[in-house]
């Protein structure tokens, strides 16, 4: 068993747990609960991205998850701080 | 296979395995804070594994050290991400599941 065996096998359990939180995302009962399912996601595909890289021979691309994973973050704190305070720039009382 | 690709493998499938636990535990779940519990620390801890299988396949370069900023990131931001989740939850008034209700 090769090594690209092993990464094509990890790729592809990865995507069958984002197939599986993607049940989540359409019938969350909550607008939270589908926030939580996409931020999820989010992680999942920073590590789908690496594998992708590592699949294709071309370990360079780890620089493209280091910016998804930064710009999934501040997306899932912007839109929870919006649901907690009703809008998005309202200071501290 | 050499020994170190052995363990790296290793690493990545029991993070794989975490991974898909706490997937079950997100569709399973009854209630908006235990399905938050299964995907704080499920995801964070099989994503630092599999990083960890790579930057033990990949040995010591840049490449690894990229690697290690980007676990770093991820064991930093996802428990962020989940308190403000959890505490946006708890301030809007989300019900918490009892068991009584559900039947």
């Keep these: 068993m090769e090594m690209l065996d092993v990464f094509l096998a990890v790729g592809i359990l990865i995507t069958v747990s984002i197939l ?3 049940y989540r995302v359409f019938r969350g009962p909550t607008t939270l609960d589908r926030l939580m399912a ?7 595909v920073v590590v789908l991205l690496v594998v992708i890289g590592y699949l294709f021979e071309r370990p360079i691309f780890v620089d493209i998850p280091l910016t998804y994973a930064m710009l999934n973050f501040v997306g899932t704190l912007i839109v929870a701080k919006y649901i907690e305070r009703g809008e998005l720039w309202k200071p501290y009382t | 296979m050499e020994a170190l690709h052995v363990v790296s493998a290793l690493l990545m499938f029991s993070g794989v395995f975490f991974m898909i636990a706490g997937a079950l535990g997100i569709i399973r779940f009854p209630d908006f804070y235990t399905r938050l519990h299964a995907a704080g620390k499920c995801d964070t801890l ?21 690697l290690l900023f980007l676990s770093f990131f991820i064991l930093l ?3 962020v991400g989940t308190h403000a989740l959890i505490r946006a939850a708890y301030l809007t008034g989300v019900k918490m599941w009892k068991k009584e209700e559900s039947q």
């Design chain 2, 46 to 66: 099989g994503e630092v594994l599999i990083i960890l299988g790579f930057m033990v396949y990949e040995g010591f370069s840049f490449l690894s050290v990229k």
């Design chain 1, 20 to 22: 599986m939180t993607m």
């Design chain 2, 77 to 79: 931001a996802n428990p």
């Design chain 1, 38 to 44: 996409t931020s999820v996601i989010g992680t999942k």
